[in-house]
């Protein structure tokens, strides 16, 4: 499955909004009513951190500022408002089908 | 609190052999599936291979008939044998645990593998 992210570069201003797109080239809609997207934060230095998963199930510790959207083969990654610490590379993944596949990643700046 | 610490990453020749480590604690190996993913240079993050509860094995097309994904009971720790490497699989190596709902959500810190003459 090929994962597609949209903007691959996002520059963004403290305090705005932002917003990451993810795409699939198959639908990764379980019978069980699940989407299996994940997304994940790798900060600068840092291993990735799991923000979201099941498309739409924040984390835990992960603020309420993230939020995942979508079904099938479109997902979003809104932050309500950006902060600081919110910088490093965004990625979707799935986790329908094996060999799971991430995304390109998005450089949030 | 879940812990992953991986080990073995080094330098080797292209051709060589290597063999990673993901020591685990406050939790078993063989109660989750357990991941590989990598993070080669300027590139973006790579899933390589898992491991399910039920022993059986995945891996990517790029690693496939190379490398070796395996659990040690005694040491509760995941590995990977890295085998036949080439440049391209210079990487830092992460181990990680799925928590069941296709959600990985503990990951170690990495070790890094760099295949070079």
């Known amino acids: 499955i090929v994962m597609t992210q949209s903007p691959l570069s996002l520059p963004v201003t403290p305090g705005e909004p932002a917003s990451i797109s993810c795409r699939s080239s198959q639908s990764l809609l379980h019978s069980n009513g699940n989407n299996y997207l994940d997304w994940f934060l790798q900060k600068p230095g840092q291993s990735p951190q799991l923000l979201i998963y099941?498309?739409?199930n924040r984390a835990s510790g992960v603020p309420d500022r993230f939020r995942g959207s979508g079904s099938g083969t479109v997902f979003t990654l809104q932050i309500s408002r950006v902060e600081a610490e919110d910088v490093g590379v965004y990625y979707c993944m799935q986790a329908l089908h094996t060999p799971y596949s991430f995304g390109q990643g998005t450089k949030l700046e | 609190e879940v812990l992953l610490v991986e080990s073995g990453g080094g330098l080797v020749q292209p051709g060589g052999s290597l063999r990673l480590s993901c020591a685990v604690a406050?939790?078993?190996?063989?109660?989750?599936?357990m991941h590989w993913v990598r993070h080669r240079p300027g590139k973006g993050l790579e899933w390589v291979s898992c491991?399910?509860?039920?022993?059986?094995?995945y891996y990517s097309d790029s690693v496939q008939g190379r490398f070796t994904i395996s659990r040690e009971y005694d040491a509760n720790s995941l590995s990977l044998h890295l085998s036949s490497l080439r440049v391209e699989d210079t990487a830092t190596y992460y181990c990680?645990?799925?928590?069941?709902?296709?959600?990985?959500?503990?990951w170690g810190r990495g070790t890094t593998v760099i295949v070079s003459s």
């Open positions: 099941l498309g739409s």
């Open positions: 491991i399910g509860t039920a022993g059986d094995k």
């Open positions: 406050d939790l078993s190996v063989y109660d989750y599936d």
């Open positions: 990680a645990r799925e928590g069941g709902k296709g959600d990985m959500d503990v």
